[in-house]
Structure formats: C-alpha cells, structure tokens
C-alpha cells in the first residue's frame, strides 16, 4: 500500500489488528507508536498519518493531519464491452491508478452474455479494485463506474454529457472527442491523434470485437474509429494501452 486510506466513516476509530492495513503497517512497513504513514480520506484530501498507540488486543489507534489535495484526475472517461470477469477486477485497478476520470462497463453483441453476471458489482469487488489503484497510485479518488445493458442504452445515456466526475468531485459536462478503437476500416491510428488538452471519450469492444450495427451506432453518435495498430490485443492491454496514449495526448504526462 503506498498509502493508507480511511472511509469518511472510519474516522475517530481504531483500525483492528486483522484489517488489512494493520497487518500492512506493522508487519509489511514494522511500524510502531509514534511513526508516521502516507493517509489520505477517501474521496477527500491526503497527508500524514501517526500511530498513537497499539492496543493489547491489536487495535491500532491513529491520528491524521491531512492538508494536501489529491492528485488531479483526467478528463479520459472509458467505455467497455464486457470482459471474461477475472479481468475486471485487473483492469479497474490498472485505469484507476492511471487517473482515469470513468469507466463505463457494457454488453455488447459478441461479448458473452454471462460476463455480465458477475457479483463483482454487488459484492463491492469492483469498488475494492478501483480503491487499490488509488492506492497504488497515492491518490485518494476513484473513477465513476456505471454499468449499461448494452451500447444503446449507453449511447442513448451519453453519460460524458452529464457532468459524471470520480469519488469526490464533480465534473462540468464537457465537449470530448469521442473515440471507438476498431482495426475494422479504421480512419485513423490513435497514436497520430492531435487533441492536446481535450478530453476524451475511448471506447474498447469486447474480445470479438463490435458488430457493423454497433460500428453504424457508434458514427451516428459522433464517434470516430481509430486502430492501435494491426495486432489483436487482450483486453486489458488494450485498455492500458488506449488510455496512455490518450493521457499523452492530453498533455497529462508531461
């Protein structure tokens, strides 16, 4: 954990010795009464935490001096057909520590239709993936996650319309550049893209791919379709893949 996050809830009380930053703290970085951790309020600002004192039942009793804002997060909203669900929880975790501002997860007409039963929504999974890549990235904001039966009613939604910002915040609605990936008679490769500062919209089909009604629907509603290049890629690298070359084109890394 490269910092230690406390739910607004959590607050004034002592973290118990199975939590997991706990065992973090003591076991993994051995510290004691009286050190310092990086902490931060989930949602909220970031800074130091101090152990007061470890109980003899394991208890761990705080104190948090939380000054700093978090690091900002970019206006890169990501759109998903299904994926196989053991690449969920990997990819959520992977674009939330890259700052993406949301992620939209929806069924598509070659994507399988029982990736969508996954319990990862209900059993608070997919919030635990998008707060460990907060973690991993010190930040203390996670992206918005929505879930859309299918493209229609995604496209019929237009959620980058609707001001929708991450964990804490919120976004003024915007004008992004909308983007399907697609190798399928692309106009154009992502890398060459110029949108310096722009926000954007990225949409990543499932393992097969879209369909030409979907491709139809997607340019009806303003999106143009780029390729990464000719190779097939897994999903999850394709994400990772699409959103740094977005985050370059937006100028977020330097």
């Given at each position: ?80 057909g299904f994926p196989r669900p053991i690449q969920i929880r990997r990819i959520l975790r992977d674009l939330s520590s890259l700052g993406l ?154």
């Amino acid at each position: 954990m490269n910092i230690i996050l406390f739910d607004p809830a959590e607050i004034g009380k002592p973290l118990s010795r199975r939590d997991d930053r706990t065992i973090h703290l003591i076991k993994v970085l051995h510290k004691k009464a009286g050190d310092t951790f990086e902490a931060g309020i989930l949602g909220g600002n970031r800074g130091q935490g101090r152990i007061d004192s470890l109980r003899l039942d394991g208890a761990l009793h705080y104190s948090l001096d939380l000054r700093d804002d978090p690091p900002p997060r970019y206006p890169i909203r990501l759109a998903l057909g299904f994926p196989r669900p053991i690449q969920i929880r990997r990819i959520l975790r992977d674009l939330s520590s890259l700052g993406l501002e949301a992620v939209d997860l929806m069924g598509t007409e070659l994507g399988e239709k029982s990736y969508r039963d996954t319990k990862l929504f209900q059993s608070g999974g997919a919030r635990t993936a998008l707060i460990e890549g907060a973690v991993q990235a010190r930040d203390t904001r996670i992206p918005a996650l929505s879930v859309y039966t299918d493209l229609d009613a995604y496209l019929a939604q237009r959620p980058w319309e609707q001001g929708t910002g991450s964990l804490g915040s919120s976004s003024a609605p915007r004008n992004p550049l909308l983007i399907a990936l697609d190798h399928v008679r692309p106009e154009g490769a992502l890398a060459l893209l110029s949108a310096l500062g722009q926000s954007m919209v990225l949409a990543v089909g499932p393992e097969r791919g879209w369909t030409d009604r979907e491709r139809d629907e997607m340019e009806r509603a303003g999106f143009i379709r780029l390729a990464m290049g000719d190779r097939a890629l897994r999903t999850e690298t394709a994400c990772v893949a699409a959103a740094i070359l977005a985050l370059e084109k937006i100028g977020a890394l330097g």
